[in-house]
C-alpha cells in the first residue's frame, strides 16, 4: 500500500443540531506507510467503544503503542470520538479534515505549504471560542443566559472560523506572550518567541529559533535566526500577496513598522518603517554606495545579503550589500 497523508483520532465539538464544530487530535499522525496503514486505511467517522477497542487492538499488533494508547483513552470521552484518514494530499472535504490538518502543522508534522488546504475558509464554521468550548452562533445567546442563571459569566474569547493553537497543541521549545495571536494551524520551530505584539496565521510559521514581534500571515515562512521587529508585518497570499508566496530567509532583520511583500533571500535588513512591495521602486547602489540602475522591488526577490533602506534627504528607496548580519541572543531563544 502507498503511503497514507494523515490519520488521526480525535474528540468532536458538536452543536445541537449535530454539526462538527471543531476536533482535538491528541497525536496525528503525517505520511503512513507499513502495518500502521493498513490499519487505518478506509477508517473514518464516529467511533463507539468498541470501536475503539478494535483500534487499540490493531495498534497495539503492529507495535503503535502511542496510537494504542490514544484510543483506550478516548473511550472515556462524553463527546463523540472520530477518527479521520487522509488517503492522499488533496483538499479538505469535511470540518474534520480541516482540523486535521491544521493540526499536522502545528504539531510540525508538515510545514507551511506541506498540506493542500484548498477551500478551507468555506468549510470551517464561524463560531464562538469560549471558555466552555466551541459554540453554535445560533446557540450562544442561550448558553449565555444559562451562564448567567448559575451565577457564571460565559467568557467568549472570540468569534472566528479558527481557534487560537494553544488550545490544542503547545510545541515544545517555544514561548508565546500572547496566546489569542497564534492560530490553529501555524507552525512554530523550536527556540521561536513570540511577543506580545507578534502574531502567526495558519499555514504560516518559524524555522527557529527566531524573534516574531511583528505579523507573519498566511503562507508565510521565516527562516532560521531571523527577527521580525515590532509593528512590522509580512504580505500573505490572503491579503494582496496573490499567488506569491512571500517568505523571509535566514538571519534577516524587518524593522519596527516595516514590512515585505517580495520573498527575501537570507541575512537581508529592512529599516524601521519602510515596506517594500513588488513594485517598489528600488535603486541599487555599488560598494562605493553611487546608483547603478533602478528596479521593481521585484527583481531583488529571493536575493541574499541586501540591506533596504530609504534615503533620508531624496526619500528614494536604495539597496546595499547588508555587511552586518544579525545575531540573535541564543538565551532568548533557548525555551525549555
Given amino acids: 500500500m502507498s503511503s497514507i497523508h494523515g490519520f488521526g483520532l480525535g474528540i468532536a465539538g458538536k452543536s445541537s443540531a449535530g454539526e462538527i464544530l471543531d476536533v482535538f487530535y491528541p497525536a496525528p499522525l503525517h ?22 477497542n478494535d483500534l487499540e487492538a490493531a495498534f497495539r ?20 470520538v472520530i477518527a479521520c484518514t487522509l ?16 493540526h499536522m502543522l502545528s504539531h510540525r508534522l508538515v510545514r507551511p505549504h506541506g498540506t493542500t488546504l484548498d477551500g478551507i ?12 468550548g466551541a459554540i453554535s452562533l445560533d446557540e450562544l ?27 490544542y497543541v503547545v510545541p515544545s521549545g517555544v514561548r508565546i506572550a500572547h496566546t489569542a495571536r497564534v492560530r490553529l494551524g501555524a507552525y512554530l520551530g523550536e527556540g521561536t518567541t513570540v511577543m506580545h505584539e507578534g502574531f502567526i ?11 516574531v514581534e511583528g505579523r ?22 490572503l491579503s494582496g500577496g496573490g ?5 523571509v530567509g535566514k538571519e534577516c532583520l524587518i524593522g519596527a513598522n516595516a514590512g515585505v511583500g517580495i520573498p527575501l533571500g537570507d541575512r537581508c535588513t529592512v529599516e524601521a518603517g519602510l515596506f517594500i512591495t513588488a513594485g517598489t521602486k528600488v535603486t541599487v547602489l555599488d560598494g562605493a554606495r553611487k546608483p547603478v540602475e533602478t528596479v521593481s522591488a521585484r527583481n531583488l526577490a529571493d536575493r541574499s545579503d541586501l540591506l533596504f533602506r530609504r534615503n533620508s534627504t531624496s526619500g528614494v528607496v536604495e539597496c546595499l550589500t547588508n555587511r552586518s548580519a544579525i545575531e540573535l541572543n541564543e538565551t532568548l531563544h533557548a525555551n525549555n
Fill in 31 to 52: 505520511n503512513i506507510s507499513g502495518d500502521l496503514a493498513e490499519v487505518v486505511a478506509g477508517i473514518s467517522g464516529e467511533l463507539d467503544a468498541s470501536g475503539l
Fill in 61 to 80: 499488533k503492529v507495535g503503535a503503542e502511542q496510537q494504542a494508547l490514544v484510543a483506550q483513552q478516548l473511550k472515556d470521552s462524553s463527546r463523540s
Fill in 87 to 102: 488517503d492522499t494530499n488533496t483538499a479538505p472535504q469535511t470540518v474534520a479534515d480541516a482540523y486535521l490538518k491544521l
Fill in 121 to 132: 475558509f468555506s468549510l470551517l464554521p464561524n463560531v464562538a471560542w469560549t471558555d466552555e
Fill in 141 to 167: 445567546p442561550e448558553r449565555q443566559l444559562s451562564a448567567r442563571l448559575r451565577g457564571k459569566v460565559l467568557e467568549v474569547s472570540s468569534v472566528d472560523k479558527f481557534p487560537k493553537m494553544t488550545n
Fill in 201 to 211: 496565521n495558519f499555514n504560516a510559521g518559524t524555522e527557529g529559533p527566531g524573534m
Fill in 216 to 237: 507573519i500571515s498566511a503562507g508565510v515562512w521565516v527562516g532560521a535566526g531571523s527577527d521580525l521587529g515590532g509593528g512590522c508585518s509580512t504580505m500573505g497570499t
Fill in 243 to 247: 499567488n506569491i508566496i512571500i517568505s
